[in-house]
């Protein structure tokens, strides 16, 4: 799924489908995944079919199922310094030209 142009109802029931996947691909039940995660089964029942949750109850989620280094990715900053800001910010300021005077 493109999340581009998705709603955030859409975002949330594709990633809590995508959660179902990855519980089912470890072979865990709801149950086993709610008592590793430290949250109640109704929780995970209601994550996967709607993907509404709390944050933490997203992360604990992630953690009991190994997946959480997907976090890494999400709003990944793409500068690791402060002399890389300076150096974008140097490349996108624009000089003014002018035409060469004329003589008088």
């Known amino acids: 799924m493109d999340f581009s142009f998705a709603t955030a109802n859409e975002i949330s029931k594709e990633l809590g489908a995508r959660l179902k996947i990855a519980r089912l691909a470890k072979g865990l039940s709801q149950a086993e995944l709610a008592t590793r995660a430290g949250i109640s089964l109704s929780t995970v029942k209601k994550l996967e079919r709607t993907g509404d949750c709390v944050l933490a109850t997203l992360i604990k989620v992630a953690q009991a ?7 890494a990715e999400l709003f990944k900053p793409g500068i690791q310094s402060i002399a890389e800001l300076a150096q974008m910010e140097q490349a996108t300021l624009k000089v003014r030209k002018r035409a060469p005077r004329k003589p008088r």
């Not at 199922?65 to 976090?71: A, K, Q, S, V």
């Open 65 to 71: 199922l190994r997946i959480e280094g997907g976090f």
